[in-house]
DNA sequence: CTGAAACATTCCTTTACAGGAATATTCCTT
DNA sequence: AAGGAATATTCCTGTAAAGGAATGTTTCAG
């Protein structure tokens, strides 16, 4: 895993920028700004951090810079928690076992 | 989502720890210091890190500790991950879309 | 060409945190 | 009870990073 994306996730601001930009679609740093009660240099500095971690797309606008979500780093992010997914599916392995059992049963009480 | 995890996360040892417990079940912090190739007492400070953050469960036997991995936060960072998935299966949308047009191309060559 | 809007950059200060070294604690063995 | 193994804690230092304030840059409108 990219501990950079990880970094960039870490800290409140940009979490919550992250999730507005899931939520509001693609937003600007005014918007932004404004919407997370930030300074404007701050918004900027966040955005070039998560920009810069791969997390965001900035794409400019004459005066203005558009900022959307990149699926890419959500995807690997994705793919990596794929690799602990085992720990927490044991149980639900548990539960196939328990109905293949009740299925068994059900079997036994065709043939009777 | 809790930035304490993500935090935990964000540091390349603390990463390394959690992916250490993944692969080769529980482990002690001396096995963890030698794998790493750390200092005992930085082997600690992580997992101190890790087990506020709630990654990790230490228990106490005898003279060592026992680290292990816990299922939960995993699991909440998975659904966090739900609430983006969206994003990139938009893309498998426009495939759908393409085999639809497909589909109806066949029908049209059906008719003539 | 001037001014204003939208952002970016720089500088400064404060704080958090990682690593190293030394020391403390806990527990088992004998 | 003593010593050693496994781990925890403390103290120190350096560094990175976040926020504030001020200023620089780009772009459009008029």
Do not use: C
């Not at 507005?20 to 070039?48: A, F, M, W, Y």
């Amino acid at each position: 895993m990219n501990t950079a994306m990880l970094t960039a996730l870490a800290e409140p601001n940009r979490l919550h920028i992250i999730e507005l930009l899931r939520d509001g679609g693609p937003l600007t740093i005014g918007e932004i700004t404004s919407r997370l009660e930030l300074n404007q240099p701050q918004t900027s500095k966040h955005v070039r951090v998560l920009s810069e971690a791969g997390l965001v797309e900035v794409e400019p606008v004459a005066n203005r810079r558009i900022i959307k979500l990149r699926p890419e780093p959500f995807q690997q992010l994705d793919s990596w928690l794929e690799t602990f997914r085992s720990m927490w599916e044991d149980r639900l392995d548990r539960l196939d076992d328990y109905l293949r059992e009740i299925q068994a049963q059900d079997k036994t009480f065709d043939q009777s």
